[in-house]
């Protein structure tokens, strides 16, 4: 049995993943925000008697607080390592928005907090000699990289192309991890699943903004169908590429390749998340 930890799963292709995963035999640990959401689709899982186990953990990745407790308690409960985790959560707000920890809430949400689950949890994942799989987009071929501007808050806000950057980011520091984590026995993957009719773009925003999310997303796949390129890399050790889509190795932009980005997002981001490093018990609220 396979523990694999996932964030962002009351939806879309996290949900899926769940679904999938549990049904083979799986521990899955599922990471989300919201708590009803969790229990409920803890309670329908263990309705349906699958093979495999789910848990939950509830985290709000627009929190440095949450996140640090949550990889505390997983430190603590998966002592003897995690074989998977997947990055998955990811959000588009309509507006401009910073979080209660002063960023953008796009960088932090689709981007540092992957880094900070990758940075706090590779132990964990190194005593499996696992895998870490970030979903990345191919919308982040049409993103520019500043490194004058990484939130994206210089010019006026727009929230497709903050998430066209942040994409670029989940696959440089993918990258990154790749070149400066030489030593370790983990693979650094990220996925594009493909154009989804996943919800993301429904979320804290205005009914209209919803509305042409549903319109850009209507010709997309469904969740389900978008898993199959996760789970041939859990589960086929050679894939080693750093980019995958429809279950092949994927060729990124030539701003996810360049040398002098990928340095400098990744040494960027280790700065930024240095400060928010997690204490040995978790706080209560």
Known sequence: MKTIVITGVTSGIGLALIEHFVAKGEHVIGIARNQGSLETLESEIANKKLKGRFTHVVCDLSRFKDMANTVTHLNQTLSSG????????AIVPKKKQLT???????????HLAPAYFIIHLKDLVAK??????????????????DPNDLQATRKRYLSIRSYMRTKLY?????????????TSNIRYVAVHPGLVRT?????????????MWKFFTRRGIHPEQAIT????IVYDENLT????YNEQEHTPSQAALDVHNRSHLYETTNHILAPYSPSEKPSHK
């Open 82 to 89: 995690i074989d998977v985790l997947i990055n998955n959560a």
């Open 100 to 110: 209660e920890d002063g960023f953008e809430l796009q960088f932090q949400v689709n």
């Open 128 to 145: 499996k000699n696992g895998t870490i799989i970030t979903t990345a987009s191919n919308a982040h071929k049409r993103a520019k990289y």
């Open 170 to 182: 989940n696959i440089l520091y993918t990258a990154g991890c790749r070149a400066e984590d030489k």
């Open 199 to 211: 919800p993301i773009g429904t979320k804290d925003t205005s009914k209209f903004y919803a509305a």
């Open 229 to 232: 390129t996760y789970d041939q």
């Open 241 to 244: 590429a750093l980019y995958y």
